[in-house]
């Protein structure tokens, strides 16, 4: 049964901070993996989606890597701001995808103080 | 702006009460989703929907029944809900579930359902 964790459950760090947060998963049998962000109250934003066959993702200040081998997936964010404090989710799209499944991490929430 | 709406926004209902939860999407998918976020537990998948035709149940109480008249619009219909069924319930949509493309799912801002 695939499991998603996510590591740490929250994170406070000061504005123009570099960050990581980490997200791994125990089968390594995905179709993609994506990450999302969820502010409260709110549904999910779509930030990024990373192929099975792809290294790594880039948004803006926003970087995903994922290494399927070893279950882990990390989300860099480059000189943090205020706006950046949500919660992150990391999910993973299982094989065989025909049902577009997704499994959840509980999530790390981020405050970036000004 | 997401592309998808939820309504409503806030529910509150007795357990022996009957009300439906609405979805509408405006970005042309196929596939639609209806997940359930509860406190302290990671987003859990209940349903998905392909072509208006349910293709994933996921171990779902009955008192749960979803219906996709078409393909923008999905609803969860309630009835004697437990006061655990109290969570954000989320909708989502993709453009389709193929292997053939890593689309990402779209969602609606939710809708809060608390049982009293």
């Known amino acids: 049964k695939q499991e998603v964790t996510q590591i740490p459950a929250a994170l406070s760090v000061p504005e123009g901070e570099n960050l990581v947060l980490n997200c791994s998963f125990t089968?390594?049998?995905?179709?993609?993996l994506q990450w999302f962000r969820q502010d409260p109250g709110k549904g999910l934003t779509s930030l990024l989606l990373?192929?099975?066959?792809?290294r790594e993702q880039t948004s803006g200040r926003l970087n995903a890597s994922l290494d399927k081998s070893s279950g882990r997936s990390t989300l860099y964010i480059a000189a943090s701001q205020p706006g950046d404090s949500a919660t992150y989710l990391c999910?993973?799209?299982?094989?065989?995808?025909?049902?577009?499944?997704?499994?959840f991490g509980q999530g790390t929430t981020l405050q970036v103080k000004p | 702006e997401t592309g998808v709406t939820q309504t409503p926004r806030h529910l509150v209902m007795g357990m022996t009460n009957k009300k439906s939860l609405k979805c509408e999407q405006h970005?042309?998918?196929?596939?639609m989703y209806w997940y359930k976020q509860s406190a302290k537990k990671p987003l859990e998948l209940m349903f998905v929907?392909?072509?208006?035709?349910?293709?994933e149940n996921n171990s779902v109480p009955s008192r749960f029944s979803p219906e996709c008249p078409n393909s923008s619009h999905l609803f969860l219909h309630l009835h004697t809900l437990q006061p655990e069924d109290s969570a954000l319930y989320l909708c989502?949509?993709?453009?389709?579930?193929?292997?053939?493309?890593?689309?990402?799912?779209?969602f609606g801002d939710g809708t809060r359902l608390s049982i009293l």
């Open positions: 990373i192929q099975s066959s792809q």
């Open positions: 089968d390594s049998a995905i179709y993609n």
């Open positions: 989502a949509s993709s453009q389709d579930l193929g292997t053939g493309g890593n689309q990402p799912q779209h």
């Open positions: 999910a993973v799209r299982l094989m065989p995808s025909n049902t577009g499944k997704l499994i």
């Open positions: 970005l042309g998918h196929n596939a």
């Open positions: 929907y392909s072509l208006e035709e349910r293709v």
